[in-house]
Every structure is written in C-alpha cells, then in structure tokens.
C-alpha cells in the first residue's frame, strides 16, 4: 500500500521538463528521514546520499513529464503552444490541461476546428498539434496575461490516478514517476539494511528533452556502477506484437540488455550477470528486453567520463506518453526489490 500511495502522489504532481520542483519537494520529504545529504546540483537534479565504502552506486530516476509550454497568446486570448517531449498527436486533442502561471493554475481545454465545419478531405487528414490552441476562457490576449500567461508558461495534463481491475492502475507521467518511486522505495530498503556502501538516489531533470540531467549528475558523481529505473513497452495489448515486444504486463520487472537497437545502450556484461543473477536467486519475477525504440537515461550515465557499468530496470507500461499510462503495481514492486537485493551483492561484482 505505501507503494500506491507514494506513485499516486507523485503521478498527480506536476512537472514538467525544466520545471521538475513539485517532484523535488515529494522525493526530499520521503527520504530526508533515511539517508544522510540532500542536495539540489546546478541543474535541478535532486541527490540523496546514503554514504558507505566502495562500490559506490547511483540508482537514478527522471523526475520529468511531457507536457507543453505557452508559445503566444492571440489577440483572442487563445494560447499556442510547443509540445515538450514527444507526444503523439492524436493524443493531444481534446485533452484538460493545466497551466502552472506565477498567478496560480489555470484550466484549459485543448481545442481545434470542429469536425463539422470541415471539409472531407480534412477529415481524413491526421489533426496536427500545430493546428491545435488551448481555450482558457479569455476574452482577449489582455485578459489572459492579468492571468499570469505569457510566453514559457510550463503546461501539464490534468489527469487523476485511478485504480483498475487485476492490480492495474493509470494516471498521467507514470513515465516516470514509476520510475522514481522505485527509487525512493529502494533508498529506504537500502538505508534500513545498513549495507555499508555509498549509494546516490538521483532524481534527474530534463530526461524527456535529451538525457540532459543525468548527464551532468553523473559526471559530478562519478559512480562505480549505475542503475537507470524507467519505464518500458509491453507488447500485451491489441496493435502490438510479440516481434515488437515480447514484455507483458504483471509478468514482473524488466532488465535491459539492450535498448534502441544497441544506439542507446547495450547494458554492461558484469552489471547484466548482477541483476539477472540476483533475480534468479531471490525469484524475483523478472523479463528480459533487448528493444530497437527508444533510451533512457542509463544511455547518458554509461557514456559518463572513462565510462560506468550501467543497467537499466524498468517496469512495462502500457500507452506510454498519454494521460492514461497504465502498470502494474507488482511489476513496481519486483523493481524495487531487485535494486534493493542487488545493492546487497553489489561487492561480489563490482
């Protein structure tokens, strides 16, 4: 139960790419109590130290969302905007969202020209994020700014976390919010064993528009071995097939061989044996992935300086880059116990 309630929170947070403090401000008030340092880098990445000998370990986890950001106001009040990651169109439209102003939130609806006033060949066209404006309700660009909108206004879906049937839940940004309860469960598994290792959980920024967070959080840390918890694709659903991804749902945790066709990362030979071992050993339920789509921030960490031993852990979840992400919280949990019973072998490796 503390697993679902710490991803609810963090799912129905808001942050977006740049603009990661809300999530911040969970991860700080859930490990402050466990570990020894909290610090915030130069970029916004949020560090906690769990300080011990060598190997030192970094379990990292980005804090970001896809979302948008406020392009210009019209003179009819209504916003464009740039998407910020990478959205599918079609899932744009017609979607409530929230614009975080220095005034406050405003609600919005994304809105575009009505499928009755177009012609036929429009309507077999693809709507295009750039044909679209939000509609916060202004009567002109005036009344939108004394709102506090204007242009870099950071914009976010406004979805709630809701349970499912079979032990599914959905939400918005479990990509990667997933990810960083992992994290913050495995931080304080890791720092009530006293396993006397020196261990950074790392909540990177801006993963969603380049890497860029855990880029520079591992070239400040320099670890001995890295750990990257993300999301992943299954391939249980209609429109997917087991050539595409042979992952499913409820099936367990996911360890990374390779990831964008080896462009990304091909996960390091002594950090595989390690995670698949441990799995093994404990009966942690666990899949392996070797996919051709796309990377995560264990691409960035590996290329760190000389090099880090990196991993990639991740759980399957179903419509990835929508509101209406989907998992399995027992492919959450079989996350945090790998990296946790990983770090407690992690000398035999490393």
Known sequence: MEELELLERLSNAHGLSGFEGSIRDVIRAELAPSVDEIKVDAMGNMIATKRGNKPSLMIAAHMDEIGFMCKY????????????GGWFDQAI????????????????????????LMKDDEKKKILKAEEMFIDIGAKNREEAESFGVKPGIPITPDREFKPMAGGLVTGK?????????????????????????????VGTVQEEVGLKGAKTSAFAL???VAIATDVTIPGDHPGVEKKDSALEVG?????????SAGRGIITHPTVLEWLEETAQEKNIPHQLDVGDGGTTDGTAIHL???????????????????????????DLRASVDLITEATTRI???F
């Not at 439209?93 to 009755?116: C, D, F, M, W």
């Not at 309860?181 to 598994?189: H, P």
């Open 73 to 84: 106001v019209d003179e009819n009040g209504f916003i464009r905007f740039v998407r910020i």
């Open 93 to 116: 439209h017609s979607q409530r969202v929230i614009l975080h102003t220095p005034n406050g939130e405003i609600y919005g609806v994304i809105g575009a020209k009505p499928p009755h």
């Open 173 to 201: 940004a479990l990509d990667n919010r997933a990810g960083v309860c992992v994290m913050i469960q495995a931080m304080k598994r890791i720092c009530e064993l006293d396993i006397d290792v020196t261990v950074y959980g």
């Open 222 to 224: 320099d670890p001995d």
């Open 251 to 259: 099936k367990g945790t996911v360890i990374t061989i390779a990831d």
């Open 304 to 330: 760190t300086k000389s090099g880090i031993p990196t991993g990639v852990v991740s759980i399957p979840v179903r419509y990835i880059h929508s509101p209406v992400e989907t998992l399995n919280m027992q």
């Open 347 to 349: 000398d035999r490796y």
